[in-house]
């Protein structure tokens, strides 16, 4: 009851369908069949938007953005974000239907950002400089403060640009069965933490937590509760 919800409409794009095509005995997706209509909006519907941002995203603590690179954010909208937040926290995916007309650059001078390490190397355009080194290079480009990477069962690795300091926080997954939602998992728990926190180590120690809890069960059939995750992280730390 104390979450509000602001709902943009327009009615001239369809509805983003994506089917997952599942083998029954593995649960294992086979095939994705997306219908995608990723054309930016137009002006009036941007604009609209645009200047919603411009009057109200400055009043929230923490403000998490996920840019899956359908159209719906333009250029212009990043930049409101990325100027008006107290505190702002990115994911901006490279995906397969994206792939080659999306980019980060859009999210230039954000405070955080979370990227897989393929994401990050294709970004690059490199598959062979040591991860810790690229992330760097990465993090001065694109003038990001904090960069999450996340390498599956390597864990997550975090740099800091203005401590100039890397941490690196293995995985503890001990049953996989699903990985779809993970990240986004991850995501909105290390970007909480980090929003009240500057002991990076535990928010990043909390993300890698949760998506191991989150790994363990088929898409959203198990929706993880507070009382779940706590006892789970004071019984970890003990």
Do not use: W
Request: net charge positive; charged share 25%; glycine share 6%.
């Amino acid at each position: 009851k104390n979450i509000k919800k602001f709902v943009f409409q327009n009615r001239n794009k369809a509805t983003i369908e994506k089917k997952r095509f599942v083998d029954e005995v593995s649960n294992s997706k086979i095939l994705g069949v997306y219908n995608i209509d990723d054309k930016e909006e137009n002006y009036s519907s941007q604009n609209k938007k645009n200047n919603f941002l411009k009057k109200n995203v400055n009043k929230y603590d923490l403000v998490v953005l996920s840019d899956y690179g359908h159209g719906l954010l333009d250029k212009n909208i990043s930049k409101t974000i990325i100027r008006k937040s107290k505190f702002l926290f990115v994911n901006c995916q490279i995906n397969a239907n994206n792939r080659g007309s999306h980019s980060i650059i859009k999210y230039k001078g954000s405070h955080n950002l979370i990227i897989n390490e393929s994401e990050l190397r294709y970004e690059m355009r490199d598959n062979k400089t040591q991860i810790t080194n690229l992330v760097k290079r990465f993090s001065n480009l694109y003038d990001i403060s904090n960069v999450v990477v996340t390498q599956g069962s390597e864990g997550t690795l975090f740099y800091s640009k203005k401590e100039n300091n890397i941490l690196n926080v293995p995985a503890i997954a001990n049953k996989i069965v699903d990985k779809v939602g993970t990240g986004d998992m991850m995501l909105a728990t290390i970007s909480l933490f980090f929003a009240v926190s500057k002991d990076h180590n535990i928010g990043l120690v909390a993300g890698s937590m949760f998506g191991a809890k989150t790994i363990e069960k088929y898409g959203n059939e198990n929706i993880l509760n507070s009382a779940e995750l706590l006892k789970f992280f004071s019984s970890f730390i003990k």
